[in-house]
Structure formats: structure tokens, C-alpha cells
């Protein structure tokens, strides 16, 4: 039986580039898009679909 591995880290950045990701919005940061990979790679590992 294979065993679970925790998501935990993962789960952690997800919501810190989430936020990182607002607050950009709210100060118009000039590099807004690059934050979305991390969002999108941690939601992807956070979820053990990868």
C-alpha cells in the first residue's frame, strides 16, 4: 500500500503566493504574472494531482 504523503508545504504556499498575488493586484506590482506559476504549481501539488 503506498503511503500518504503530506500536502502540508504545499497547502503553505499556495495561500503565501496567493496573498503575495492580491497584494500585487492592489499595488499594481509591474511583474504581476510572474507570482501566477507558483499559485498555480502549489494549488496543482497541494490538491496530489502531480
Known sequence: ???KKSTAP???LFFVSTAAFAWAIAS???YLTLIIPFVATSFVKAMDIM
Open 10 to 12: 504545499y497547502w503553505l
Open 1 to 3: 500500500m503506498a503511503q
Open 28 to 30: 499594481h506590482f509591474e
